[in-house]
């Protein structure tokens, strides 16, 4: 089976959330299954230099008012690419989000592509069975397929997170080389707009999201006003959890860590500590239980949930360190956290990996307050890292942790800590219980030890995914 993987980001090059992780590992998860994956992505100034380039896949003359653009060939470590190489839209300064002026006709050109390969192929002959789309960025390749000629490969679209969903108005259909009649309920029309998410929803042929609990949710009140459509299709949504590359988060073989460690030399965990304290700012205290988090400054993240909770968590003798940013609101709120309790509250208000990784080596609790979270990542790695996470029961967060109480805790079932209503109160209770829990060595290390054995790899969710593309009916042309 030959598969495109299509989407805005990759990790090690261009990466804002989870979605880049994924781009990067599922793929080659796949691969070692026996399937031929390849991947479609934009040839950002990022990508293009870390990349092999080997020649042109196919030439476009002109493309969604960009100008020229080619689909060149590449190669990234065990993973064969394809690169958007269209300059007007993608080899400039800003992100791949920035410059919204041209942001719908940018990824449209993303989507174009895609289906110009699975309708096409490239220049050698190769052609997808399965359009594999990611986010609203890749929402109209259904459509493209849909209303195009030719061959019509099977189209997969994944949702990572429903709250976006590339909205645009219904004047840039001719823009985006729609034709009129897809502008209706039954095509990209969702209330009067034109919906990238949307039409990918309603016109691929299966649809995922990245966990059980959030596949549920979406066809509730966590839709986004797609709750609906959602329901509809329900015998075709399928909620797979993501995974983690031990390849890359590995305590045992992490080149980030001052001391490397696994289930078999708990104690070399230790020095990770002071020096992840030093590096924000805290007091290198021993007995200090570090909280943590990792995370955009978003409200979704809960994090503000975090902020009614600073003076309660010093007051108890823990420390805190937040890494991410966002919302200045947000910012300046943990700014201020961190004036008013030197040594005791740090901040690292930017995205940097290698401090993520010391994040996770260091700390006794990663905090994932989240008020929705479609499958999550961060507490996944805590996990691995030995940080217990306490998180709020919702989405992704609530299949895959195991919050302690007497009951899983007798039974050596508990990894984390969990809490179910978005307030400040509630993750106080919740905070109580880990501090309580940290006074009882035995007990944390039971829960600590619990959550490093828990496997969380690839290779389950790659196989999910291929049964799930094996039950798309074959559509020919």
């Avoid at 992490?254 to 030399?265: C, E, G, W």
Wanted: hydrophobic share 45%; aromatic share 8%; proline share 8%.
């Amino acid at each position: 089976m030959s598969i495109l993987f299509v989407g805005s980001e990759l990790f090690p090059y261009v990466k804002t959330g989870g979605l880049g992780d994924v781009m990067a590992a599922l793929p080659r998860a796949i691969r070692a299954l026996g399937a031929d994956v390849r991947l479609l992505v934009p040839a950002f100034p990022s990508i293009r230099s870390g990349v092999d380039v080997l020649g042109e896949a196919a030439v476009l003359p002109e493309l969604m008012g960009g100008g020229p653009a080619r689909i060149l060939r590449a190669n990234a470590p065990e993973l064969p690419l394809y690169l958007l190489d269209q300059p007007a839209f993608f080899d400039r300064p800003g992100g791949p989000y920035g410059h919204p002026g041209d942001l719908a006709r940018r990824f449209a050109a993303l989507a174009w592509a895609a289906a110009h390969l699975g309708r096409m192929g490239d220049a050698d002959g190769w052609r997808p069975d399965v359009l594999h789309g990611h986010d609203w960025q890749t929402g109209l390749m259904p459509a493209y397929v849909a209303y195009g000629d030719g061959p019509r490969p099977a189209t997969v679209m994944t949702i990572h997170n429903i709250a976006f969903q590339g909205r645009f108005p219904p004047s840039m259909l001719s823009e985006l080389w729609l034709p009129r009649h897809a502008l209706t309920p039954e095509g990209v029309e969702f209330h009067g707009d034109i919906c990238f998410l949307k039409a990918g929803l309603k016109l691929a042929d299966r649809l995922t999201t990245v966990s059980p609990t959030y596949a549920r949710e979406i066809q509730q009140a966590g839709g986004h006003g797609l709750e609906g459509l959602l329901t509809h299709r329900n015998d075709s949504l399928r909620g797979i959890i993501n995974g983690v590359d031990r390849d890359i988060w590995n305590p045992a073989k992490d080149p980030n860590l001052v001391s490397r460690y696994d289930l078999k030399h708990p104690a070399r965990r230790m020095p990770n500590r002071p020096d992840f304290q030093r590096r924000m700012g805290l007091h290198e205290d021993p007995e200090a239980p570090i909280f943590a988090a990792v995370s955009r400054l978003d409200p979704l993240k809960g994090l503000d949930l975090v902020l009614d909770n600073v003076d309660h968590l010093v007051s108890k003798g823990a420390q805190l360190a937040v890494l991410g940013t966002g919302d200045p609101h947000a910012e300046g709120a943990f700014r201020q956290a961190a004036q008013r309790h030197p040594g005791r509250v740090g901040v690292f208000l930017r995205y940097d990996e290698a401090m993520a990784h010391h994040a996770f080596a260091a700390a006794d609790v990663f905090l994932v307050p989240s008020r929705q979270e479609p499958c999550g990542l961060t507490q996944l790695y805590a996990q691995a890292y030995g940080a217990l996470p306490l998180v709020r029961r919702t989405g992704g967060l609530a299949d895959t942790v195991v919050g302690a109480s007497p009951e899983t805790l007798a039974d050596g079932t508990a990894t984390g800590f969990m809490f179910d209503t978005a307030s400040g109160w509630a993750l106080g209770e919740a905070i109580n219980m880990a501090l309580a829990l940290f006074q009882d060595p035995s007990a944390w290390r039971q829960v600590q030890r619990r959550g490093m054995l828990t496997e969380f790899g690839w290779e389950g969710p790659a196989r999910a995914y291929l049964d799930l593309y094996a039950t798309i009916p074959a559509k020919g042309v």
